[in-house]
Nanobody, 112 residues
Framework: VQLVESGGGSVQAGGSLRLSCVAS?????MKWFRQAPGKEREGVAGIVGGRTWYGSSVRGRFTISKDNAKNTLYLEMNSLNPVDAAMYYC????????????WGQGTQVTVS
């Protein structure tokens, strides 16, 4: 499975971005992770089957969605602040506990 992210960029604090991740085929689980320089990788949000989950630091600000017809995962990010700045990665897998089987190349989000 190939994953291709897009939508990253540079925004001012309080702004919004929408990330997309196109998968080459359907996967049961898809997640967004992020990693800032010098920090550990952090799970941001995910969809496992039809269920969604969010990391505590983004809950209420970010919304994850998936278009199964297009094999595309989205992440709508609102009220961005500098701590959200990171490389955002899309991951996918056949089950919830194997959701990190496939990885995209990442898309950079910068918040100033």
């Amino acid at each position: 499975v190939q994953l291709v992210e897009s939508g990253g960029g540079s925004v001012q604090a309080g702004g919004s971005l929408r990330l997309s991740c196109v998968a080459s085929e359907y996967t049961y689980c898809m997640k967004w992770f992020r990693q800032a320089p010098g920090k550990e990788r952090e799970g941001v949000a995910g969809i496992v089957g039809g269920r969604t989950w969010y990391g505590s630091s983004v809950r209420g600000r970010f919304t994850i969605s998936k278009d199964n017809a297009k094999n595309t995962l989205y992440l709508e990010m609102n009220s961005l602040n500098p701590v959200d700045a990171a490389m955002y990665y899309c991951a996918a897998g056949p089950t919830g506990d194997k959701c990190d089987t496939y990885w995209g190349q990442g898309t950079q989000v910068t918040v100033s």
